[in-house]
């Protein structure tokens, strides 16, 4: 089933740039909008601005906190910047350990909103109180490759980061150099590493849902990618596999996006970025979004009732599915 964009956005050149990042507020009533000179808040009715935020270098994420009064935006500089949502004034600015990670950047809030973690390009991650901007501590993991993902566990103190050494091209079933993939847990308190997995093969991850716990991704072989993989993560390692046929969607699978729940996957492809969105809890068809070939970052809302893309022209797009 196709879906037409309800509504289309474009950010104003000026002072803050066109769009590169997009996400929800957690009641879905506003989108945030990362660019390359600020942040920029949007009612999601009408797509219309509220207020914009100047910075001197790109915003590579940016999010809610989980009761929606923070916004924090991730910098290329290594900058966090955090605002009030409710006008975009600077709260403070946290200084992250490593550089942010161009093509995966990871951010993410604790469910409670009282913790803020963030990864650099080479496996470092800062975790802050988000109250006083005091560092609670520094992870050291120092992949070569930087972090994929990145989620705290609702309610169990831990976090849990996918991460990716890079694996030598004379190594891989394609030839080509590949990131090979490990979950690693942490306790959030003291920063001890409780646990490392590692797959028995090659994944290309996609990411961890909202609650930390279960990681999609794919398994690398020398075919076309054409099966999503589920895998909960326990004690016992990644269990629990389910295959997902992702075929209708198209080749090149790239990124994606959970909804709040879980429950929606939004996929774009790389081969035209295309985006398709995936009920994981069921059998059903996937919606495919019409006007989509120029997304470059999405968003789904938590409901699961709206995506949300930036697109490759800089402008903001909507659909409701």
Known sequence: ESVAAVESFSIPTTPTGPAQTVGFSPDGRFVVVGTKGGVVLVRTHWLTQVWSYSSSTYVLS????????IIAALLKNREIHLLRASDGTLITVLTNRGKSDYSRPTLTFNPEGTLLAAGGDHGEIRIWQTASGQVVNDIGVYTETGIASLNFVRGEGLLNAVTEPRLAATDSPTGYPLKTL???????????LLKTIVPDHLINPVGLTAQGTVLYGFVVSRQTNDELRRWDISDEGLTHEQVIDTRPFGYDIGSGIFSGDGNLLAIITYRENNVAVYSVNNENAPYFLADAKDASKIAVSNDGKSVVAATNNGSVRLWSI
């Open 62 to 69: 940016s999010l809610f906190s989980p009761d929606g009064s």
């Open 182 to 192: 490990e979950v690693r847990i942490w306790n959030v308190v003291d920063g001890t």
